[in-house]
């Protein structure tokens, strides 16, 4: 499962709502690994040079920073 360019308008940044669009997304993987604990249980983020307080909340999450950086074109 892939998705890109999730994220939160302004007005909604105070009232938390990155942390529940991230708290879902683990709720998701925790599901497809199963009781079983088949499956891939990672999650892998990608925050844009330009978009500090995504890395912020990342970071406040509990992710930690590769160092990896790619370029990704979206059609």
């Not at 009781?35 to 892998?44: D, E, H, K």
């Not at 307080?53 to 979206?74: H, I, K, N």
């Amino acid at each position: 499962m892939q998705c890109c360019g999730a994220g939160a308008r302004h007005a909604a940044r105070e009232q938390e709502v990155g942390s529940t669009i991230i708290a879902a997304a683990e709720a998701i993987v925790v599901e497809r690994v199963g009781a079983n604990g088949t499956g891939s249980r990672q999650l892998v983020l990608g925050v844009g040079l330009d978009n500090p307080r995504a890395a912020a909340l990342y970071e406040r999450l509990g992710y930690v920073r590769t160092g990896a950086v790619t370029t990704t074109t979206y059609e």
